[in-house]
């Protein structure tokens, strides 16, 4: 069994106790000393007095290192931590009370640094995880309206035509109808097909994919479909591609669908008479697709939102789903690479860069 101290010096209470009788002690021991001393009861009296007080003065000096000094830090620290300054560290390193509450204040502060770390943590996620669903419900909602916005135009051709067809006679005007009911539901399908696969591509069900291939054989493959195989069209077309052979590590239908959909465009907002020029340019590691077409510039409120879904310039007449774009945007952002629209000298360019295979 462990033998209990008679005084325990690691404790305040000790401390005082100790402190206290030896300044008694120290008192009558002074008194009877002097008494003794050979001079006058007066001066007895003095060197009595003047002990006394240093007595005192001792006693006091060392309460208020034993005590009042730690104790003043630790209110001072716990003033700091009640203000959640987060400097605040009690450094009272003694062995006694004063110096395990100093301990336990200062771990209890480190707690609950943590524990409001934590809770700032889960607040901005929840404010993120509020954020995220107000976006998805704005986004939703403008799906929601541009779609519709963009289905009641064939739907009200299709209806039209329809009833057209009820009461003409005539064959040359009824195939006429037929054909504007064909080529308005093969808009619809384009922009549902459209729709599909970019939310596709935006959800995850649809990956990216790596192979290695030729980028200026899919180009030229990209080109001709487009222009080159479309005589009756009333544009010039010039194209600057390097001889060597360019290959690249990327998803090659998705980058075709880039290439398609740039190009396309191109096609589609040329003025009449005016000209597509379509370039690749190597740089060191890297190539440079860059696609012109003659038009009316791009207003900086414009290009700032052309690769948004649906959207289409408003001075533009021609018809498309608005989705062709936004598919370049969102696979070109995927490969992290440099991709933009400026206006130049009478027209617009689009361009991007990608690396390449030495």
Not at 12 to 29: F, P, Q
Not at 288 to 297: E, G, H, I, L, Q
Not at 298 to 311: N, P
């Amino acid at each position: 069994m462990k033998r209990r101290k008679l005084y325990d010096f690691g404790t305040i209470r000790s401390k005082t106790m100790v402190l206290s009788k030896l300044a008694g002690g120290a008192i009558v021991l002074f008194y009877l000393v002097t008494e003794e001393l050979p001079v006058g009861r007066e001066l007895s009296f003095w060197i009595w007095f003047v002990l006394l007080i240093a007595v005192v003065m001792t006693v006091d000096y060392l309460l208020g290192k034993l005590i009042s000094k730690p104790l003043g830090r630790i209110n001072d620290t716990a003033g700091q931590m009640a203000r959640l300054d987060h400097t605040a560290h009690c450094d009272v390193n003694t062995r006694d009370e004063f110096g395990e509450l100093s301990r336990s204040l200062n771990t209890m502060f480190s707690n609950l640094q943590n524990a409001l770390q934590k809770l700032e943590e889960a607040n901005a996620r929840l404010e993120n995880d509020v954020e995220q669903e107000r976006i998805l419900l704005e986004q939703r909602k403008e799906l929601t309206d541009s779609l519709s916005h963009e289905m009641k135009t064939p739907l009200g051709l299709i209806r039209a035509y329809a009833e057209g067809l009820n009461e003409e006679t005539d064959q040359e005007k009824r195939q006429r109808y037929i054909d504007s009911i064909l080529n308005a539901t093969e808009r619809m399908d384009h922009i549902i097909v459209s729709l599909l696969d970019l939310s596709a591509l935006e959800s995850g069900a649809s990956k990216l994919s790596e192979e290695r291939f030729e980028f200026i054989e899919l180009v030229e493959t990209a080109a001709g479909r487009l222009i080159l195989d479309a005589p009756e069209s009333d544009y010039r077309f010039y194209y600057e591609l390097p001889d060597e052979k360019v290959f690249v590590t990327a998803d090659r239908q998705r980058m075709e669908q880039v290439l398609t959909n740039l190009i396309g465009n191109a096609k589609k907002y040329v003025l009449r008479g005016g000209e597509i020029r379509l370039a690749v340019n190597l740089d060191r590691d890297e190539l440079r697709f860059s696609v012109y077409n003659d038009c009316a510039s791009i207003s900086d409120q414009d290009i700032s939102k052309i690769w948004r879904k649906f959207y289409r310039c408003p001075d533009n007449k021609c018809e498309g789903s608005g989705l062709g774009l936004a598919i370049v945007d969102w696979i070109l952002s995927k490969y992290q690479v440099d991709y933009g629209v400026r206006n130049v000298d009478k027209g617009v360019e689009f361009f991007f860069r990608f690396p390449i295979l030495l």
